[in-house]
């Protein structure tokens, strides 16, 4: 599962709605590979709306992946900001572990890269 | 068709048996997103999303269809094992798009992020006329029984729609006859997304229909 995945995530258990815990689900015991893909700037540019950046650098400071603190004023023209983009949401795998909500301490399974998002009747 | 299908040959091992293997139903879907390439092309969807993906040859066929221009394409099963044959399929079939599979029902999990986000929203629903009983009673059933008139778990999605699609985005979904296709473009009508048939074949006892319905753009 690529971090750009795990961006659109949130623990959706019945009864744990507090914003500020239950996004990002945080990873534990995880592993994690690196896979090189050709950036496409173009698609970047157009989803970098779309992620949830302060979701996004919490997550990667877990990890201890580098990533700049804010985004650029430009981002579309700045290289080296979207060769880091593309690094570490595209090329950043989650393979095996869990995620955790820091709400209700439900934990999602991911096995093989997928991660499991269904929760049983009593807790939907 | 121009586009080729993609190959889902790997479903033929026993690790898969459990997974719908593509059928007419799921031709005439990827027959009703080729006729729109123009148009899909035109929209440049940056996140798509399939629910029930099932072999993954619908999430794989949206990839090529976009092509040469790359999308966010996350596909959706209850069955594991339906994840991981996605995971193949898109692998195997070539596009500029991203993939991402998730288990889950419907969009549980990633809805409230997706909420109006998402451009293309794909549904191949368990649409066959069964006893109620008979919805979700396994996980191969879980990919065609659809309850009373076949709308069962298509219903309960339906609701969802309008808010989850981004503005000018689309939501193709096949139905059968007996789903009552009207009544469906009628009750989306009334939610403010404008539908209609865009393509119908029989195939044996089946009159399949693909349904297509747009969000107004802002």
């Known amino acids: ?124 | 068709m121009s586009l080729p299908t993609p190959d889902t040959g790997h479903l033929r091992r026993a690790e898969y048996s459990t997974v719908y293997e593509p059928a007419e139903d799921t031709y005439l879907l990827l027959d009703a997103l080729e006729n729109d390439r123009a148009e899909l092309q035109a929209q440049r969807p940056t996140i798509c999303v399939e629910i029930g993906s099932g072999s993954g040859c619908v999430s794989a066929f949206l990839g090529r269809v976009l092509s040469p221009h790359g999308a966010l394409i996350l596909s959706t099963d209850i069955n594991p094992a339906a994840n991981n044959a996605t995971r193949e399929t898109v692998a195997k079939t070539p596009s500029e798009s991203t993939f991402g599979q998730c288990r889950t029902r419907f969009v549980q999990g990633i809805d409230d992020r997706l909420r109006g986000r998402i451009d293309v929203l794909l549904f191949n629903p368990p649409y066959v006329v069964t006893p109620s009983a008979e919805v979700d009673s396994t996980i191969e059933a879980a990919a065609w029984a659809g309850g009373v008139r076949g709308r069962e778990v298509l219903d309960l999605l339906i609701p969802q729609v309008p808010a989850l699609l981004s503005p000018g985005g689309r939501f193709y979904v096949v139905v059968i006859e007996q789903n009552k296709p009207e009544e469906i473009i009628a009750q989306f009508a009334e939610l403010g997304l404008a539908g209609q048939r865009v393509l119908s074949r029989r195939a044996g006892i089946e009159s399949l229909s693909i349904l297509r319905f747009t969000k107004p753009c802002l």
């Not at chain 1, 992946?65 to 900001?81: K, L, Y």
Request: proline letters at 6%; aromatic letters at 6%.
């Open chain 1, 1 to 124: 599962m690529r971090l750009l995945t795990h961006n659109m995530l949130k623990c959706h258990v019945k009864n744990c709605t507090d914003p500020d815990k239950q996004y990002p689900l945080r990873f534990k015991d995880v592993q994690i590979e690196q896979i090189e893909y050709e950036p496409n700037e173009e698609f970047l540019v157009r989803m970098l709306p779309r992620i949830d950046w302060s979701a996004l650098v919490k997550t990667a400071k877990d990890l201890n992946i580098g990533i700049p603190g804010s985004m650029p004023e430009d981002p579309a023209s700045d290289q080296d900001f979207l060769q880091k983009l593309h690094t570490i949401i595209m090329e950043t795998h989650i393979t095996e572990g869990s995620m955790v909500c820091d709400g209700c301490s439900h934990e999602y399974k991911i096995t093989k890269g997928i991660a499991n998002m269904l929760l049983a009747e009593h807790e939907i």
